[in-house]
Each structure stands twice: as C-alpha cells, then as structure tokens.
C-alpha cells in the first residue's frame, strides 16, 4: 500500500518537475524585458537596443542628440 503512495508521489514529483517551473507565475527574465531607457533631450523612453548612446548620455534618435549638444 505504502510503494503505491511513493509512486504517485513520484509522479506527481516528476509533473512537478517537467511543468512546474512553466505552469507557475514566475518573474519575467530580464531578457525577455527590453530595458527602457529614457531620451536625455525629449523624454521619450526607448528600449536600449534603438538608443543612441552618446558621452554618457542616452537619446532616442540622432535628432534629439545633435539637439541636446546644441
Ligand atoms: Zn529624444
């Protein structure tokens, strides 16, 4: 009786296992969030990856930099 409780704990264990980690809400990785950064000129937050980086500084286009420097 006891071997028939230990099996069913091990599946359950093992759905645990295989699904458990996608079935509950887990905190999204950071690479799947875009790290927004906000525009030094006009505000405006754009993901990292479009934003121009200039002397430090972080601007959403070429405009808003050549802005910013006058
Ligand atoms: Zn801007």
Do not use: W
Not at 10 to 22: P, R
Request: glycine share 10%; proline share 3%.
């Amino acid at each position: 009786m006891l071997l028939k409780f230990i099996i069913i704990g091990l599946l359950f264990f093992g759905i645990y296992k295989l699904f458990g980690g996608k079935l509950l809400p887990t905190t999204p990785s950071q690479k799947d969030v875009q790290n927004m950064l906000e525009c030094d000129t006009c505000g405006t937050f754009v993901s990292e990856k479009d934003m121009i980086r200039f002397s430090g500084r972080f601007y959403c286009s070429k405009a808003c930099k050549d802005k910013h420097q006058g």
